[in-house]
T-cell receptor, first 116, second 113 residues
Framework: GAGVSQSPRYKVAKRGQDVALRCDPISGHVSLFWYQQALGQGPEFLTYFQNEAQLDKSGLPSDRFFAERPEGSVSTLKIQRTQQEDSAVYLC??????????????FGSGTRLTVV | GENVEQHPSTLSVQEGDSAVIKCTYSDSASNYFPWYKQELGKRPQLIIDIRSNVGEKKDQRIAVTLNKTAKHFSLHITETQPEDSAVYFCAASIIQGAQKLVFGQGTRLTINP
């Protein structure tokens, strides 16, 4: 597609519910990132995939957060037993990384998760 | 790890005046510094970036300067227009490896007509 697509656009979850957020990166983009953006804050790194390999998950806040990208394209961020502090916008970004021609990220529009 | 501080948190300028937003970073290995503009409810959009092998870069009304010795970089917007009103984020990254971006806290820029 022309851009990074995320769904759903909005999600309201009851505390304790599991949620799954989807990211469709730009076709052919090797790198995929998830960020969490709390209200009024800058995005914070969660995890990074190079193709299907999850190379960095140092930003995942707890073991309730899990991400996958099984075929190296679409990615899913899953949050189990959601809590109120999980309320945020979850941004996905992709990039076509090459040593000499990296152009930076393209972000999706995000999924706004509200836990009630 | 890397830490990025951004100032000011809010900035209000008259239309036509210039706006300057400043960021400092902690990791001397960082070599890529993008700036993103985010309008309410929208995705962050890259407006300009600079790599550590240059000190300044301009694109029409927008410029970024980098001082590697002092570990700070700044965004300059000249001849501001109402459509420049948004939240601006600076970030720092190391190009090699994971390309993880560390963002500043953001600056809400308001252009007053």
């Amino acid at each position: 597609g022309a851009g990074v697509s995320q769904s759903p656009r909005y999600k309201v979850a009851k505390r304790g519910q599991d949620v799954a957020l989807r990211c469709d990166p730009i076709s052919g983009h090797v790198s995929l990132f998830w960020y969490q953006q709390a209200l009024g804050q800058g995005p914070e790194f969660l995890t990074y995939f190079q193709n299907e390999a999850q190379l960095d998950k140092s930003g995942l806040p707890s073991d309730r957060f899990f991400a996958e990208r099984p075929e190296g394209s679409v990615s899913t961020l899953k949050i189990q037993r959601t809590q109120q502090e999980d309320s945020a916008v979850y941004l996905c970004a992709s990039s076509l990384f090459a040593q000499t021609s990296w152009k930076g990220y393209t972000f999706g529009s995000g999924t706004r998760l509200t836990v009630v | 790890g890397e830490n990025v501080e951004q100032h000011p948190s809010t900035l209000s300028v008259q239309e036509g005046d210039s706006a300057v937003i400043k960021c400092t970073y902690s990791d001397s290995a960082s070599n890529y510094f993008p700036w993103y503009k985010q309008e309410l409810g929208k995705r962050p959009q890259l407006i300009i970036d600079i790599r550590s092998n240059v000190g300044e870069k301009k694109d029409q009304r927008i410029a970024v300067t980098l001082n590697k010795t002092a570990k700070h970089f700044s965004l300059h917007i000249t001849e501001t227009q109402p459509e420049d009103s948004a939240v601006y984020f600076c970030a720092a990254s190391i190009i090699q490896g994971a390309q993880k971006l560390v963002f500043g806290q953001g600056t809400r820029l308001t252009i007053n007509p």
